[in-house]
């Protein structure tokens, strides 16, 4: 059977995702390296579903990790979760962000294209949302372009 693949699967949205999902009899694996989260949440979905899915404990930045999980399982489509969202922590630390955020992001995206993921119907749905998504960000970085300018100024002057 095909697999959903969520990244953050133990975070907070991640894991209500895969109780979902698991209650509406997909297949799920999880790729989470509990930067923002416990392992005890798999107990926790377990303990509502009855189900135990398999956790990946892996950073998607681990790019050889990643490609691991491709390899190992017919993915049918990808819900990534997998991020670093604190406000403040973002401003203080902006680079851990990019390099996080960004880079497990393509990472991502790259093994989708090269793994044919993109194909599934589904997957064009998260694709969709997630095109969606990326219009929304950029209007508010237009938006708020000044502000984003100030802040990079900030960080250049430090
Ligand atoms: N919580 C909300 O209300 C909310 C609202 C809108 C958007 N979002 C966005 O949705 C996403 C998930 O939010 P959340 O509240 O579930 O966050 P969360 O921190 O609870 O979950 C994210 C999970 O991803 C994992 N993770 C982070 N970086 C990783 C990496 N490089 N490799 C592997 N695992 C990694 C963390 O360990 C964590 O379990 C974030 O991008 C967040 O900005 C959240």
């Known amino acids: ?21 698991l209650e509406n009899n997909y297949e799920v694996i999880s790729i989470d390296n509990f930067s923002n989260s416990e392992p005890s949440v798999l107990d ?4 509502i579903t009855n189900k135990r899915i398999i956790n990946y404990r892996i950073d ?3 790019i050889n990790e990643l490609k691991k999980v491709f390899q ?8 990534h979760f997998a991020a670093f969202k604190s406000v403040p922590e973002s401003v203080t ?11 497990g992001l393509i990472n991502l995206l790259k093994f989708c294209n090269e793994f044919n993921v993109k194909n599934s ?4 749905l998260v694709q969709y949302m997630v095109h969606q998504r990326m219009y929304l960000y950029l209007r508010i970085v ?7 300018t100030q802040e990079q100024s900030i960080f250049v002057k430090r």
Request: with cysteine; charged share 20%.
């Open 44 to 47: 926790s979905i377990y303990d």
């Open 1 to 21: 059977m095909n697999k959903v693949l969520v990244t953050g699967g133990c975070g907070y949205i991640g894991s209500h995702t895969i109780v979902e999902l």
């Open 142 to 148: 237009k938006y708020h372009r000044s502000r984003l």
């Open 93 to 103: 630390d902006p680079l851990s962000y990019y390099d996080n955020n960004i880079n």
């Open 60 to 62: 998607l930045r681990d």
């Open 121 to 124: 119907y589904f997957l064009l």
């Open 72 to 79: 190992n399982n017919e993915i049918e489509f990808v819900i």
